[in-house]
């Protein structure tokens, strides 16, 4: 028998935390913090004997440095590449945390404490915690992404975490081979859709890429620094155009680089990373407004970094286009602009009349795929984290599918 307990990410998006209590052990899968409100996970108990993080994005790793800070003593386990890249975006999380005039959950210490007590695990690898083995396996999210796969004597448990099952130009698909998998803990994200076929996405954004700069124009690609920034390189870099990128998704390539098992085609990102432009100061990004090219910079919902910068020199001009090409929260700058074409910060509120569109590029799985994935590997249960429809999704799973699925909402625990 396991204990789960929601601490985060209990029908919503964001600020996983997982508690698992095995009955000898208790570990914790995820402690991320929502990165819109900067909300927070309900805080776990500190006699953990391992936190595992699944990988980097601040949703899943971001308030991991707090449990050090609250006197957690024990260690966090990751792939080296979680660890490299999320260490980058813990640093910015205080930066940001600075910026909006919020008291930081942890400080550059407990970083650092977080560090010293890092133990990697690779892909395919595991450990032994008391009577427990935990392993890793590829989730296909982003590089270093994990899925986590708990054995005890009598149960087998696989927390999905974000996981896409098909490959992409950066990433290959999450490994799927499990057996006797007795409870799954599943994301949910899209469970309420499918979509688009990729490859059709990559030829619509090489078409606009091709229609804008041959009009003189330039496509500004406001992409998430980690995974959507290296996919749109790889994806635009052979057609002879001239690339330049800004912002924070400089810096995380160059992590990415370092872990060359972690993505699908690491000569072809150094190649076009190599090719690229770099742009880190204003006179640097005024310079680069002189020529048609293509501009991927941060941050993917433009709620900030060089963004800001180009949007106020570049939203008048209708040879220009924009292609937003990832999921805009509610509330951020970038969800305004795609509901109303008005960018909106920092004392600028313009309304653009550059070309838009809008390119599904999703890292997370869709409906389709997770049931086909369920149906696989026929658990005796399934419980939905992760989704703002996780609930319908479960009554789903169960009246049309046979599944023994549940939704639990945060705090709430569940026996399996």
Do not use: W
Request: net charge negative.
């Amino acid at each position: 028998m396991i204990d789960i307990r929601v601490l985060g990410s209990g029908r919503e998006v964001g600020r996983s935390a997982i508690l698992i209590d095995t009955g000898t052990e208790k570990l914790l899968f995820d402690y991320g913090i929502e990165v819109q409100d900067m909300g927070v996970p309900k805080m776990p108990p500190l006699n953990l004997d391992g936190v595992f993080i699944s990988h980097a994005h601040l949703d899943h790793s971001g308030l991991a440095p707090q449990l050090y800070a609250a006197g957690y003593e024990g260690r966090t386990f990751m792939t080296s590449a979680t660890r490299d890249i999320s260490y980058e975006l813990l640093k910015d999380s205080l930066h940001v945390q600075k910026k909006k005039g919020i008291r930081p959950h942890f400080l550059p210490a407990h970083i650092n404490v977080m560090e010293e007590n890092t133990k990697i695990i690779e892909n395919g690898e595991g450990v032994s915690i008391g009577k427990s083995k935990i392993s890793l396996e590829s989730s296909g999210h982003i590089p270093g992404s994990s899925q986590t796969i708990l054995e005890t004597k009598n149960d087998k448990l696989l927390y999905t975490a974000d996981i896409k099952f098909i490959d992409t130009q950066l990433m290959s698909g999450a490994h799927t081979e499990f057996d006797d998998v007795k409870t799954i803990i599943s994301e949910s994200t899209y469970s309420y859709t499918d979509h688009p076929d990729r490859k059709s996405l990559e030829d619509r954004l090489r078409e606009i890429a091709q229609e804008t700069l041959y009009n003189n124009g330039i496509l500004l690609l406001p992409a998430f620094a980690v995974g959507r920034t290296q996919e749109l390189l790889l994806i635009l870099s052979d057609l002879g155009f001239p690339i330049v990128m800004d912002g924070m998704g400089i810096e995380i390539t160059e992590k990415i680089l370092m872990h060359p098992d972690s993505i699908r085609d690491a000569d072809k990102l150094a190649s076009a990373f190599s090719e690229a432009g770099k742009a880190r100061r204003d006179s640097q990004r005024a310079s680069v407004l002189q020529e048609p090219c293509i501009i991927i910079t941060t941050s993917g919902m433009m709620n900030g970094g060089p963004i800001s910068y180009y949007m106020k020199h570049l939203h008048k001009r209708k040879d220009c286009a924009i292609v937003q090409t990832g999921f805009q929260v509610e509330g951020t700058v970038g969800r305004v602009f795609k509901d109303t074409g008005r960018y909106v910060t920092n004392g600028l509120d313009v309304n653009s009349h550059m070309k838009y569109d809008f390119l599904d590029f999703s890292a997370h799985t869709d409906r389709s795929h997770l049931i086909e994935f369920y149906k696989k590997l026929n658990p005796e249960n399934i419980v939905l984290v992760h989704g703002d429809h996780a609930e319908d999704f479960a009554a789903e799973l169960r009246e049309e599918h046979g599944f023994n699925a549940s939704a639990p909402a945060n705090g709430e625990k569940i026996n399996v």
